[in-house]
């Protein structure tokens, strides 16, 4: 079974606090990739990653940072918490580009990771 | 527009019925398309993708995609309760990433 293991459920924050979410995947894929996820807006991308120490921004960077130190291993890092962050975090990785015609889009999510930032 | 628009429902259906649901997408997506479904508290799972006009079947499932209209749509046969959940319409947005839309809830009913 693909596993995707996202490092916390549930976090509660303070703002201004740094935070750290952690993804590990065992599946070899290259490809990995932050989201949120809030009502009436569905999922947004934060970053991406293609490779070991590759980063790309996504659709809402900012506010966010990433690493990935290791292939199986992608953290968002959150500099200083804001209370419009609080959101439901997911993580996701593939072993295909998602941009050809051929390719199946299938990401495989972890559980996710909901913060609050009070 | 947003470039992925679905209607976030909630679509009731009765239980054995055939469960439509609908989405379109701008110019700003490309040509490949993907239903996930999410249940309640659960994340995203691949129900099917489709990137050619027409339709695609798979078991109960079939996609639809018209790219004239610029509209996908996902019919489910036989709706069973088990189906209760929110289906996510996604396209791909550019190298290496997918844009969701925020999906339509979906309630099957005894």
């Keep these: 079974d693909v596993k995707v293991t996202q490092s916390s459920r549930y976090l509660v924050k303070r703002t201004g606090e740094k935070v750290f979410l952690e993804c590990v995947q065992d599946m070899d894929h290259e490809n990995m990739f932050w989201y949120r996820q809030d009502p009436g807006l569905g999922l947004r991308l934060i970053y991406f990653s293609y490779d070991v120490k ?65 | 527009q947003k470039e992925v628009e679905q209607n976030s429902g909630p679509l009731s259906v009765p239980e054995g019925a055939i469960a439509s649901l609908n989405c379109t ?36 499932f079939t996609a639809q995609l018209n790219k004239a209209s610029q509209y996908v749509s996902l019919l489910i046969r036989d709706s069973q309760p088990s189906d209760s959940a929110t289906d996510l319409c996604a396209a791909s947005g550019g190298y290496n990433k997918l844009i969701f839309g925020a999906g339509t809830r979906l309630a099957v009913h005894p």
């Design chain 1, 54 to 118: 590759m980063k790309e921004k996504g659709d809402i960077p900012e506010g966010y940072s990433v690493s990935r130190e290791k292939k199986e291993r992608f953290s968002l890092i959150l500099e200083s918490a804001s209370t419009n962050q609080t959101s439901m975090y997911l993580c996701a990785h593939t072993d295909v580009i998602l941009a050809g015609d051929r390719d199946t889009g299938e990401l495989f999510f972890g559980e996710g990771s909901r913060l609050t930032v009070l």
């Design chain 2, 25 to 60: 997408y701008s110019d700003r997506v490309s040509q490949s398309f993907f239903w996930y479904r999410q249940y309640s508290g659960k994340s995203p799972e691949l129900i099917m993708s489709i990137y050619s006009n027409g339709d695609k079947e798979d078991g109960r």
